[in-house]
């Protein structure tokens, strides 16, 4: 996850050599030497930087902040995966010789411009938290259209929807990208929503304009699963028909039955046992996966849960150790947090993330980075959603 942006922690981290570039390019004379500074001498940037006038320093502080927050593992990922769709075959190894996530994402941003609006799509999509999305799997494996026709009949009725219930919406535009590596289709649409006033400041006065802002809907469909996820936040009762417009103006279905919610669950019945062992997929880095909470729903009664929680930090069986002294009445298992620890990179500590898997379908990991890591763990080690018995008999 990319760091809250700073003037001077973001010209700390990014090469001098990149920086001077950059405002050379922007046409800002500084009336820095940058060949004379110490990669940690930020104070004359700073400095001359602030000293810019308020509007040019407003359109560059705009850049530094996507810039910065691509400086991610998940952004330059998805600056690779940009490349592969342009199918230019020699950005990988032309970023991987770049140290530094700053360092790379400047270096993209200032040579591959073209790449850069969809990366960032696409790492604020893979960033969204999962209890967001409203998916189903039940849709016809078929091709999606994406042709610019296909795109405009999309945006026309997510336009005509809310304007005509809810009289926003007056304007949508739909902007559609590929991930390569997974074959998955994402469109981001923004429609226009209500009007808006805002207290702004406009050079040395604060003043209040009208606006109308858009609000952001995304659909990402996978051909291959028959699945489409949807993120539509403050608008989940339109799910249901977006679902619909989507499957008339992208898969050319005429008719789409009532969706039916994802049945998949994720099997934490393996963890009840103090010598499950997880599963680590070869160079994901992960060391170690260390059971942190666990969290009993008692089978017999209604809503009465146990949690237990005990500190790992020097005995990593704490927890079963507390759960075998309380011997607690026929239960389930209904959440568990978990702590996966990375092997140390030279010359750093090794990093960790603990995350939770709640019972029948939630986890708060992303989808970029690290955190694609673990789920990675969690489908090789049994536990990732799988279809429920129900659906498996049926």
């Not at 009762?237 to 049945?263: S, Y």
């Not at 500190?311 to 239960?331: F, G, H, I, Q, W």
Request: glycine share 6%; aromatic share 10%; net charge negative.
């Amino acid at each position: 996850m990319a760091s809250q942006y700073q003037h001077r922690q973001f010209f700390r981290r990014v090469p001098n050599a990149l920086l001077a570039r950059y405002f050379q390019a922007r046409e800002a004379d500084l009336g820095v030497d940058f060949g004379d500074l110490t990669e940690t001498q930020v104070e004359p940037i700073f400095e001359a930087f602030t000293a810019l006038p308020v509007e040019q320093q407003a359109d560059m502080e705009v850049d530094f902040q996507d810039i910065n927050a691509l400086a991610t593992d998940g952004g330059i990922e998805a600056l690779r995966n940009e490349a592969a769709f342009y199918d230019d075959e020699d950005f990988p190894e032309a970023i991987s010789t770049i140290d530094g996530y700053h360092a790379k994402a400047m270096w993209a941003f200032l040579h591959k411009p073209e790449y850069w609006k969809g990366a960032s799509a696409l790492l604020h999509a893979d960033t969204v938290a999962g209890r967001f999305w409203k998916k189903r799997n039940d849709l016809p494996k078929v091709p999606p259209h994406v042709d610019d026709e296909d795109i405009a009949l999309l945006a026309q009725a997510i336009s005509h929807y809310f304007n005509t219930t809810e009289g926003r919406g007056r304007n949508c535009k739909v902007e559609p990208y590929r991930k390569v590596e997974t074959g998955k289709e994402y469109f981001f649409a923004y429609p226009e929503d209500y009007g808006q006033s805002g207290v702004e400041w406009e050079r040395n006065s604060l003043t209040t304009r009208s606006r109308h802002p858009a609000f952001e809907l995304i659909f990402v469909y996978c051909e291959a699963e028959g699945s489409l996820d949807i993120y539509a936040p403050k608008n989940t009762k339109a799910v249901p028909e977006l679902q619909k417009l989507f499957a008339k103006a992208i898969l050319k279905l005429d008719t789409l039955a009532d969706g039916t919610i994802d049945k998949r669950v994720y099997d934490l019945d393996p963890l009840a046992d103090p010598n499950f062992e997880f599963q680590f997929p070869p160079g994901s880095g992960i060391s170690e996966a260390i059971v942190t909470k666990i969290r009993l729903t008692l089978k017999h009664g209604s809503r009465r849960r146990i949690m237990l929680e005990a500190d790992t930090s020097r005995n990593e069986m704490a927890v079963y150790d507390l759960l075998k002294d309380l011997n607690p009445p026929p239960y389930y298992i209904t959440q568990v947090s978990i702590k996966a620890i990375f092997e140390a990179e030279p010359g750093k500590r090794a990093g960790s993330k603990t995350f939770n898997v709640t019972y029948p379908n939630t986890c708060n990991l992303n989808h970029e980075g690290r955190d694609n890591i673990i789920r990675q763990m969690l489908a090789a080690s049994g536990i990732e959603p799988q279809a429920s018995k129900d659906d498996s008999d049926a």
